[in-house]
Nanobody, 120 residues
Framework: VQLQACGGGLVQAGGSLRLSCAAS?????MGWFRQAPGKEREFVAA????????YYGDSVKGRFTISRNNAKNTVYLQMNVLKPEDTAVYYC?????????????????WGQGTQVTVSS
């Protein structure tokens, strides 16, 4: 499975961005992680295959929303009320095992990353 992420960019604090990640095949659990310079990769959000179960990292709860369109094999991350500390490279991830994964080691497939920069 190949993942293609897009939608990153430069936005002012308080603004919004929507990331998309298209998968080349069917996947079950899908998620988003981010990595800022000098920091470890951090869990952002994950969603089950049906879309009925979602998890969020504490730093993005109430501001970010993950969703998916299985007909298009695509997962989205709507990011609102962006803060400078949200600046990072955002990676989408996918797996063909059931469940909703919040750790990097449980994902087999990774996208190339898309840069999100939030200016103050």
């Amino acid at each position: 499975v190949q993942l293609q992420a897009c939608g990153g960019g430069l936005v002012q604090a308080g603004g919004s961005l929507r990331l998309s990640c298209a998968a080349s095949g069917r996947t079950l659990s899908m998620g988003w992680f981010r990595q800022a310079p000098g920091k470890e990769r951090e869990f952002v959000a994950a969603i089950s295959q049906s879309g009925g179960t979602t998890y969020y990292g504490d730093s993005v709860k109430g501001r970010f929303t993950i969703s998916r369109n299985n007909a298009k094999n695509t997962v989205y991350l709507q990011m609102n009320v962006l803060k400078p500390e949200d600046t990072a490279v955002y990676y989408c991830a996918a797996d063909r095992s059931p469940g909703v994964h919040t750790t990097t080691g449980l994902y087999d497939y990774w996208g190339q990353g898309t840069q999100v920069t939030v200016s103050s």
